[in-house]
């Protein structure tokens, strides 16, 4: 009995999009985050802070992409960046 209590919870734990269901009909709960006296929006300042906090992770895990897969090589969208490579010249 214990066992199956225990993987049930463990199930529960690991699946958390399966939901509550619940049995008795004289259990409620209160949603306050869809109350009428919950804050509609959040402030300025938090929204423009959020955007940056965002931008900046998504820099970030473009940088990782390509500091971890080296293959993918560089694009250019710049037409007078160039530079030679003296590893493969014919006097090297």
Known sequence: AEAAALKKLAV????????????????????YFNSASAPDTEDDEFADERAEVLAEAAAL???????????????????????RNYFNRASA
Do not use: C, I, W
Not at 64 to 74: I, K, Q, R, T, W
């Open 61 to 83: 895990k473009q940088l990782a992409v390509d500091y971890l897969h080296p293959e993918v090589g560089v694009t250019s969208t710049d037409g007078a960046a160039f530079g």
């Open 12 to 31: 529960d734990y690991m699946h958390p999009e399966v939901g509550v269901t619940s049995v008795d009909g004289a259990a409620f709960g209160r949603n």
